[in-house]
């Protein structure tokens, strides 16, 4: 294939050139005096942070940039000042963030980039000791994007592009004791932006720490701890290997180098020493570098795993030919196992199930710049809700955030930076990018292979699959063998390509098979017939935007009962809403569009979990359901059996005290605890509960509700924290009398003129024959609604149903509803008359096209108990689509805020998200009932409802299914939601009246924003539907 050459005297628009003087990676130990001091965790002397206020200056183009802005004597009082960590385009100022998710953010001809291209000029100076200028010293860049250049006292010392690794120049040739200067040119574009095209704000500035460190002219530069733990022996194996970097000019004046010794000492997690030894470096001439390689084996090793992160701490001494300590460094390592052999991905002989997410680097606030507080929110959060791993999409993170990954246990996928989505087939087959592959993948591996964390590398994202992944592919595996390798390009030549060619592909570079959003009739499909050796991990599946994860349980289904299927990554984590503050002094999550970019993905950033506050949202409770680590099996309730299952691999139940519960009518009648249980890992155990007599009515309902927490406090929860439950319906021993029944009063009917009112105690329900309306419904001289229930086919469309801000999306349900017109039905006809104390109304709806009519007939009676019995048939033209709904819609006036239900709860819940809800009786307000989705969309609803009631208190309405239904109440309607495109201004729509849906059926939610629609059996086709519920008055 030929591709078309484009070339540029800019350094930033040379693909081949990645950088200018910059220092080799390696892996990111700090040199210490002594070794003591290196695990002591403390600062080093020989460490210097630059953190802090630098001044800045940002504009429009790289040419307005003077040589005499980057020199010592430039005056850069008249400068502002901005803060390092940072974001330059969420500081406030004239450059803003662009969101992408595809398409570049500007004309897509890599290498080049456009003239206008905002670039940043940093500026501050910083001491340098007498001791440390007869040193050597590197500066050190964490993270800066996209390009930079390096100026200390007016000397250019070098340049780098690769916007997610370290940068680090060796500066000792020019500095001095005493005050020195350092100017930073940052450019927001350049070539490196075309495989860093990663779904995601477009952001620039230098956003991870700057800092210097000093060394000797021979030191440490490069350890490598890899790993192993036998599995029959149970010993751990160490293979140490230790690259020393050398000054040659600094030693050759000073006569013959004479040589060196490396000592290591490795201590277990409670500190004791396991091993220790030493070993001499000739100082003869090297090909490539001194190296020192030591082996160690650790008898009864204790192996690290996500449930129990034990961590050895390796400190390594470097001295020279008379014994004096020249430095010491020091990292934390683990010990593990990680293959894949017979459809299975192995950690320590286990089979573990990957309860996986995908995570950006993102604050709502602050970007990609982010604190340990930050990362420690996410890892707690992810802890307590029992997922295990993380991929870190598309990037490596910040060295911190591994380092805690070790520390409270999640197995990390790590990616290389690198996609170009934009460019799918091409630049991987590009000569001109094959240098950036390879050092993308390389670096990152150099960086982090130390790390216990890391069970697999991957070679990034969404960038097709050419000879420049095979050449990065083979370099990497050349640098670790302890670790798997994933790379889903490698499935497929083009995104999203089902199963096609799954089985024809290479596996040189993709230990797993690793689909994007395969249904899960495909994974089905290949669990049962596929020959390949390697396990099923899905990179991104049940794509989180919105109102979302619908179906999960489906895949959870299928991880848990077929072969070869182990779990995989949710996208993703968090959304990507930048806070924005409105004129009235309103946050509220801002996406694409709203920095006043034209190229942008609208909200399609906004697909996390969890909020961008870290809000928790209903689908994470769902995850944490079908994730748990305990299964719970009924056996025979009537004699108290169950079965126990501990899924997890490493670790016994005798973390955990189970206690159970049961519950009539949502009220606890019982309760007890479990036995102390000891089950091993993988295995079950019968446990009898001493379950008492079960007495209640013929017309209630009994469950018995089992529930684990955690037995201590640990590292990322509390004891009490609970990890599992599972509840079963019970059945009774005894059935007691049926309650008395209301007493029976008179129903009257009276009529004046077209207005009829029917009596029945407190009860007054209006209608008006001339416009064949139910006017209200009043109770002891109050309104309880305003008019009567109306049917309602709409929903305010979720992001899965189609995005509002997009085009092409005819083929989703939403445009397809608009089309169809179920979003603005109107009233062809509708007839009201009354039989005695019952009200039939006759609507006949029309849509876009009115010969497909929807006929809708309610029946109100009004019953001698004072209530009110509804029956329902709703019957839609077949060949309308498959409908949002099936329901009716109602309001009350002002103040009906108290909300009680008993049904599944307490979060909102759909037909398929519904398994990490437990049938209760929950209270709350309206206003708590809301979901804050970035953009606004249906949302509160709750499902199984037996009856749910909203009071004023004063007075107060029950709706009671029969059995069941699907209801929500909220202070905005339908249309307020749909037309809101942010969360600020659905505040401004805010109705003090109360909004009640109840619904015989909802559509599901799906993940067909990204993924699957909907699946076929939470859909609502278009056919007849009968249903009943029940309102009941009464005074509170």
Not at 102 to 120: C, F, I
Request: with cysteine; proline share 5%.
């Amino acid at each position: 294939m030929e591709y078309p050459i484009r070339t540029s005297k800019n350094l930033w628009e040379i693909p081949e050139l990645t950088h200018l003087n910059r220092l080799d990676m390696h892996s990111g130990q700090i040199p210490f005096p002594t070794a003591e001091g290196a695990m002591s965790g403390e600062d080093s002397p020989w460490f210097a942070c630059l953190n802090g206020q630098w001044k800045f200056e940002l504009f429009k183009k790289p040419a307005e940039v003077s040589e005499n802005m980057l020199t010592t004597g430039f005056d850069d009082t008249a400068w502002g000042d901005i803060a390092v960590p940072a974001e330059w385009t969420l500081q406030g100022l004239w450059d803003q963030p662009i969101y992408t998710n595809v398409k570049m953010p500007y004309d897509n001809t890599p290498p080049l980039v456009p003239e206008e291209n905002p670039t940043g000029v940093y500026r501050r100076t910083f001491e340098i000791s007498e001791e440390w200028a007869e040193r050597r010293t590197v500066l050190h860049f964490g993270g800066v994007e996209s390009y930079f250049e390096v100026y200390v006292n007016d000397v250019f010392v070098g340049m780098s592009k690769d916007n997610r690794l370290p940068s680090e120049f060796d500066i000792s040739s020019v500095i001095k004791a005493g005050e020195n200067s350092l100017a930073v040119k940052v450019l927001k574009w350049c070539d490196a932006n075309y495989v860093e095209d990663q779904d995601q704000f477009w952001h620039a500035g230098i956003y991870r720490n700057v800092f210097l460190y000093s060394t000797n002219s021979v030191w440490l530069h490069d350890i490598f701890a890899e790993t192993d733990y036998d599995l029959l022996t149970k010993e751990g194996v160490l293979d140490l290997q230790i690259k020393l970097g050398l000054d040659i000019g600094a030693h050759l004046p000073a006569g013959p180098i004479k040589g060196w010794t490396v000592a290591a000492e490795l201590r277990d997690p409670s500190g004791e020493l396991v091993y220790a030894d030493s070993e001499e470096i000739d100082c003869r001439y090297r090909m490539d570098s001194y190296k020192a390689s030591l082996i160690a084996i650790i008898p009864e090793c204790a192996a690290w795993s996500a449930e129990l992160p034990r961590l050895y701490t390796l400190s390594v001494s470097l001295y020279d030919d008379d014994a004096t300590l020249l430095e010491a460094k020091s990292c934390r390592i683990g010990f593990k196992n990680v293959v894949v052999e017979g459809r299975e991905l192995l950690i320590n002989g286990k089979a573990v199930m990957i309860r996986g997410v995908n995570r950006h680097e993102f604050h709502e606030i602050t970007g990609r710049a982010l604190t340990r507080e930050n990362m420690l929110q996410d890892i707690l959060i992810l802890k307590q809700f029992n997922f295990n791993a993380v991929r870190t999409a598309h990037y490596p993170n910040a060295e911190l955030w591994y380092d805690l990954c070790d520390e409270y246990g999640l197995y990390i996928m790590d990616e290389t930076n690198l996609e170009s989505h934009a460019n799918y087939a091409t630049l991987s087959r590009d000569p001109r990018w094959k240098n950036q592959f390879i050092e993308r993948g390389t670096r990152m591996i150099l960086r982090d292979r130390n790390h216990a964390c890391i069970f697999s590398w991957s070679l990034g994202n969404e960038s097709g699959h050419g000879a420049n992944h095979d050449a990065m592919g083979d370099a990497m595996r050349g640098l670790d063998e302890s670790r798997i390798f994933h790379y889903e390009g490698e499935l497929h030549a083009k995104w999203n390509q089902g199963l096609k060619d799954w089985a024809e592909t290479q596996s040189a570079h993709n230990d797993l098979i690793c689909p994007m959003y395969t249904s899960v009739d495909e994974i089905k499909q290949w669990a049962i017939t596929t020959t390949d050796h390697r396990p099923v991990v899905y990179c991104e599946y049940s794509h989180a935007m919105g109102n979302s994860c619908g179906g999960l349980k489906d895949y959870w289904e299928l991880f848990e009962n077929y072969p070869g299927l182990q779990g995989g990554f949710i996208w993703e984590w968090v959304d990507h809403g930048i806070q924005k503050i409105d004129e009235k002094g309103r946050a509220y999550p801002g996406y694409g569009g709203d920095f006043g970019e034209t190229i942008h993905d609208s909200n399609f950033c906004t697909d996390g979990m969890v909020a961008p506050d870290r809000t928790i949202r209903p689908s994470v409770w769902e995850f944490k359901k079908l994730a748990q680590p305990i299964g719970i099996i009924a056996i025979d309730l009537t004699k108290g059996k169950i079965r126990v299952t501990n899924k997890n691999y490493f670790t016994t139940l005798g973390l955990y005290v189970g206690t159970w519960t049961i519950e009539t009518e949502g009220q606890i009648v019982a309760s007890g605890e479990l036995p102390d249980l000891l089950t091993m890992p993988e295995a079950s155990q019968v446990v009898t509960l001493d379950l008492p007599t079960i007495e209640r009515r013929e017309d209630q309902e009994s469950f018995l509700m089992i529930r684990f927490a955690m037995r201590e406090s640990t590292k990322w929860c509390e004891a009490g924290h609970e990890i599992a439950w599972e509840q079963f319906a019970m059945p009774a021993n005894r059935i007691t009398p049926p309650a008395l029944k209301p007493a029976e009063m008179p129903v009257t009917v009276s009529s004046e003129g077209a207005v009829t009112t029917i009596t029945c105690g407190d009860l007054q329900l209006i209608t008006n024959t001339e416009t064949a309306d139910i006017t209200a419904v009043n109770f002891a001289g109050q309104c309880l609604l305003d008019g009567f229930a109306q049917l309602c086919i709409w929903r305010a469309t979720t992001d899965n149903d189609g995005i509002r801000r997009w085009t092409g999306q005819d083929h989703k349900p939403m445009m397809q509803w608009l089309s169809a017109g179920l979003n603005a039905p109107t009233v062809k006809s509708r007839t009201l008359s009354i039989d005695g104390n019952k009200i039939i109304q006759r609507t006949v709806l029309v849509c876009t096209d009115e010969a497909k009519e929807i006929v809708y007939e309610q029946t109100v009676e009004v019953l001698s108990t004072g209530e009110l019995a509804i029956n329902n048939v709703a019957d839609y033209h077949a060949e309308l689509p498959t409908l949002p709904r099936v329901g009716v819609v109602m309001q009350t006036p002002a103040g009906f805020e108290n909300l009680a239900w008993y049904g599944k709860g307490p979060w909102e819940n759909h037909i398929d998200r519904d398994a990490g809800t437990p049938v209760g009786l929950y209270q709350g307000t309206v206003d708590e009932q809301y979901v804050k989705y970035s953009l606004p969309q249906e949302n509160g609803s709750k499902s199984d409802v037996r009856w749910f009631t909203l009071d004023n208190g004063s007075v107060a309405l029950k709706f009671s299914g029969e059995p069941t239904f699907e209801f929500s109440v909220r202070h905005v309607t339908d249309e307020d939601l749909f037309t809101s495109y942010h969360t600020n201004e659905l505040e401004d729509k805010q109705r003090p009246e109360t909004i009640i849906h109840i619904d015989h059926i909802q559509r599901g939610l799906g993940t067909g924003s990204c993924g699957p629609q909907t699946f076929d059996q939470y859909t609502v086709p278009p056919k007849r539907y009968e249903f009943n519920y029940r309102v009941t008055p009464s005074h509170t």
